[in-house]
């Protein structure tokens, strides 16, 4: 006879496919205008286009000196000093042939001057009467002097309507520093993710509370919130709920506004008090097992437009379904890396079980081989808490031996 739960068991690539099909529509798509001075780290939600030119006028690349380049010559180029030009607010004068003016870096070129020579490429004359000349030496390395040496010109960087940074970017100093440039104070960027977790269970109790027997602490809700914030979302709110498809119901209905996912923990298995089966359920979600161990119930559904993913309640298993199918499409939209996932060869001998695909929990040694810290439990949080890897066994696979390779994902 074949039960409810195995008639509608997945693979775990085909529940990865139906969570990232349900998150396709609270990611990539809500926006928010935040200051550049919050926007490192955010995702730009569009392209950034430049209000300006870069640089926004003509300046010196150099301190030095200003002149046309019509008046070099061959051999020994003395030219009459006539001013300075500071890097500020000015209007400069056109420069007349014949003539140079001292001119500071970033300071704005004035017409006529079309060549900036670097002041150590230069010797300066004082005549009786206070007349300065400037004497041009040789260039440096060999160079030669032209129109537009040294010489920034308008929009040479960028030019009105260009595009400064393209949509989906994770923000990092130096955008900030062009942004800035342009004379922007704030950015459109992807909203974070807002997540909202509900733990079930009559059992369950605040960490702090004292458990009476048959209670236990709630470690899924903290450890949930741990897990949506490193992956780039925020947590909009929490909630604890007994089994009571009244009190999850009004949960869920207070939610609608103020979040875009929700994550469920426990209520999910086949007894007769899994409360968010009961719930979605009926209201066409989807409840059922991946071949995967822990992890193996699994449930999707949604109300008030709002996606609910549903976890098993075993703390173990809560965290890494996490890991295996929310937490890659969460980083993709905030812009963070994936973490690692490669080969690795197995330290020691391992067994599994048949037909379900093991998440076991390992660590790395210093010689890059990996193995197990714990057992298969699915209880076992001490365990995981010591890993730093997931050894990930194949469905069809009993016994493995040392040395065989294997895939491991860094946690």
């Known amino acids: 006879m074949t039960t409810p739960a195995a008639a509608s068991r997945k693979t775990v690539e085909e529940h990865v496919a139906d969570v990232a099909a349900l998150l396709e529509r609270v990611v990539d798509t809500a926006v928010e205008s935040v200051g ?33 380049a019509s008046d070099l010559v061959a ?72 129109a537009g040496l040294f010489v920034r010109d308008q929009g040479s960087d960028v030019r009105v309507d260009d595009q400064l940074l393209p949509a989906g970017l994770r923000l990092a100093s130096r955008h900030i520093a062009v942004l800035a440039a342009a004379g922007l104070t704030a950015v459109d960027v992807r909203r974070r993710v807002r997540v909202s977790i509900i733990t079930t269970g009559a059992e369950l109790v605040e960490p702090g509370e004292s458990p009476t027997l048959g209670q236990t602490f709630d470690s ?80 999707l559904g949604e109300h008030g437009g709002v996606p ?38 197995l330290a020691t001998d391992i067994r599994s079980v048949p037909g379900k695909r093991q998440f076991l929990r390992g660590r790395r040694l210093d010689d890059g081989r990996v193995e197990p810290v714990a057992g298969p439990g699915s209880h076992l949080v001490a365990g995981l808490a010591a890993s730093d890897v997931l050894i990930v066994v194949p469905e069809d696979a009993l016994e493995l031996a040392a040395g065989t390779t294997v895939e491991a994902w860094a946690l």
Not at 95 to 107: E, K, S, W
Request: charged share 20%; hydrophobic share 45%; proline share 7%.
């Open 36 to 68: 550049i001075d919050d926007a490192a780290g955010r995702v730009t939600h569009s392209a950034v286009r430049s209000p300006v030119d870069l640089p926004l006028f003509r300046n010196s690349q150099m301190d030095g000196f200003a002149l046309r």
């Open 308 to 345: 609910i993913i549903a976890f098993p309640g075993n703390p173990v298993s809560t965290q890494l379904s996490f890991e295996v199918f929310v937490a890659p499409v969460l980083r993709r939209d905030a812009g963070l890396p994936q973490a690692a996932r490669g080969p690795a060869q």
């Open 220 to 299: 899924n809700g903290s450890a949930l919130a741990a897990a949506a914030i490193a992956a780039g979302a925020t947590v909009a709110s929490r909630h604890r709920v007994v089994d009571d498809a009244e009190e999850l119901i009004a949960v869920l209905d207070a939610l609608s506004d103020t979040t875009d996912l929700i994550l469920t923990s426990g209520g999910i298995s086949m007894g007769d008090h899994e409360v968010v089966r009961d719930v979605l359920g009926p209201s066409g979600g989807w409840i059922g097992s991946v071949a995967m161990q822990p992890g193996g119930p699994q449930a």
């Open 75 to 146: 051999g020994e180029t003395r030219l009459r000093v006539v001013g300075e030009i500071a890097a500020r607010p000015i209007e400069p004068a056109t420069l007349d042939a014949g003539t140079a003016v001292r001119i500071m870096t970033g300071a704005v070129v004035p017409p006529g001057a079309d060549v900036v020579v670097p002041v150590e490429e230069t010797r300066v004359e004082l005549a009786d009467d206070g007349t300065e000349t400037v004497v041009l030496l040789a260039p440096r390395n060999g160079g030669t002097r032209a």
